[in-house]
């Protein structure tokens, strides 16, 4: 089984001055959850190279087992600051594709149209896609076949508006998440602040914040499995 994994290419926290990217915690749980499962894993970037990391991510209360391991990896560490270029990307060499989070894909994921069309072509040939936290923005400019938004009447989730508060930022991203998804016809819910909840409507998966990432995953490697 061959997954993509998909980082943000985007450092820039709005105009705060402050910097912001992927989310370690969110690339490296699903990355073992996947690895450990036997699958074959390729990164990738918009622009490739080293995604930028979000530094919020690397401080002391944000640090599982996970990301503990990841530290300590320097092979994978390595893959990671060599992630392919997006638009290099074939949806036909691989079976699924993952997005993980941070906020950086708020500005940069949600508009790329590389991005956009590679979801789309996934979708369309019946492989899971699957999203965690602020990933979902991703899917915000995502058309199905018929012309709708894909995520129209689809049960997903993501980071929440009370979420966003709490990391007072709701004046700094772009949009708030949890209103474009609602706003694209979605049917969002919601588990509590920062514990996992995930949510699977088809080939879609989608998990709400950081503590749902690993979830997240072995939700989309049992969808895996259950295609073989």
């Given at each position: ?14 105009d ?12 490296a ?19 490739g190279?080293?995604?930028p ?7 002391a209360d ?11 990896d ?24 993952f ?17 956009i ?16 936290c602020?990933?979902?923005a991703?899917l915000?400019n ?8 894909l995520?129209k ?15 007072k ?5 772009p ?14 819910s919601k ?6 909840y ?6 879609l998966?989608?998990g ?5 990432s ?15």
């Amino acid at each position: 089984m061959k997954v993509l994994m998909v980082l943000t290419s985007h450092s820039a926290l709005g105009d705060t001055g402050e910097k912001t990217g992927f989310w370690v915690e969110e690339f490296a749980a699903p990355y073992y959850v996947l690895a450990d499962g036997g699958v074959e894993i390729t990164i990738a970037s918009p622009k490739g190279g080293q995604p930028p990391v979000d530094p919020k991510s690397e401080l002391a209360d944000a640090q599982t087992p996970a990301t503990e391991r990841f530290y300590k990896d320097n092979v994978l560490i390595d893959k990671v600051a060599h992630s392919v270029k997006l638009s290099a990307i074939e949806q036909d060499d691989y079976d699924a594709v993952f997005y993980p989070g941070g906020h950086g894909p708020l500005w940069d994921l949600a508009t790329d149209k590389t991005s956009i069309e590679l979801i789309e072509s996934f979708y369309n040939h019946q492989k899971p896609i699957a999203f965690v936290c602020h990933a979902p923005a991703a899917l915000i400019n995502v058309k199905a076949v018929n012309g709708e938004p894909l995520v129209k009447g689809k049960h997903l989730t993501g980071f929440s508006n009370t979420e966003e508060e709490a990391v007072k930022l709701t004046k700094v991203v772009p949009f708030l998440l949890e209103d474009a998804l609602t706003k694209q016809g979605a049917h969002y819910s919601k588990g509590a602040d920062w514990a996992s909840y995930v949510k699977q409507d088809g080939l879609l998966i989608t998990g709400q914040n950081p503590g749902s990432s690993a979830e997240a995953a072995k939700l989309l490697l049992k969808t895996l499995e259950g295609k073989k």
